[in-house]
T-cell receptor, first 116, second 112 residues
Framework: AAGVIQSPRHLIKEKRETATLKCYPI?????VYWYQQGPGQDPQFLIS???????DKGSIPDRFSAQQFSDYHSELNMSSLELGDSALYFC???????????????FGPGTRLTVL | KQEVTQIPAALSVPEGENLVLNCSFT??????LQWFRQDPGKGLTSLLLIQSSQREQTSGRLNASLDKSSGRSTLYIAASQPGDSATYLC???????????FGKGTKLTVNP
């Protein structure tokens, strides 16, 4: 079965650089979520999109932005990178249709971002 | 605000033992609760989803229960195997939101 695809899998950047992470949800899934997992930490919700509109927002820094495109893939743009942004970034997708989702979130393998 | 707590933080058992992992949450107005497995440096594998109207779910040797009134969920693993060694994360949605709030996980080691 098709899974959530994230690219790149690994990314190394210098401080103050910009990074773009991509997420391709499971086919027919209409909702995408982004989570950040720091070293030794539990995943923290950043932001989500339903039908290309932002649906919820968590502790996402102002330096980060994200969007969902017409083909439902999503990109997380991170600017002015800091050492503390080094983490594993997960994308998840689910099928929501309308109303609240009682459905399972399926996670991608993650993008490991290292900021030097 | 939803807070999720998992006990114990670490657990070491001999192969073949049945075990229970505990998860508690503060906001009972959840849409659902998911249990995940995470191997070191790897992604999150969804094990079981319990929707708010359900009391339990089973998949193979795994059984998860949900008690919204007490804010608790348990993951029961039968006949544990060394391959079950991993960190198990419990995550619950926050009232009115679909975002998952994670516990800090239970690191399970199954010794041969």
């Amino acid at each position: 079965a098709a899974g959530v695809i994230q690219s790149p899998r690994h990314l190394i950047k210098e401080k103050r650089e910009t990074a773009t992470l991509k997420c391709y949800p499971i086919p027919r899934h209409d909702t995408v979520y982004w989570y950040q997992q720091g070293p030794g930490q539990d995943p923290q919700f950043l932001i989500s999109f339903y039908e290309k509109m932002q649906s919820d927002k968590g502790s996402i820094p102002d330096r980060f932005s994200a969007q969902q495109f017409s083909d439902y893939h999503s990109e997380l743009n991170m600017s002015s990178l800091e050492l503390g942004d080094s983490a594993l970034y997960f994308c998840a997708s689910s099928y929501r249709t309308s109303g609240p989702s009682y459905n399972e979130q399926f996670f991608g393998p993650g993008t490991r971002l290292t900021v030097l | 605000k939803q807070e999720v707590t998992q006990i114990p933080a670490a657990l070491s058992v001999p192969e073949g033992e049945n075990l229970v992992l505990n998860c508690s949450f503060t906001d009972s107005a959840i849409y659902n609760l998911q249990w995940f497995r995470q191997d070191p440096g790897k992604g999150l594998t969804s094990l079981l989803l319990i929707q708010s109207s359900q009391r339990e779910q089973t998949s193979g040797r795994l059984n998860a229960s949900l008690d919204k009134s007490s804010g608790r969920s348990t993951l029961y693993i039968a006949a544990s195997q060394p391959g079950d060694s991993a960190t198990y994360l419990c995550a619950a949605t926050q009232g009115g939101s679909e975002k998952l709030v994670f516990g800090k996980g239970t690191k399970l080691t199954v010794n041969p």
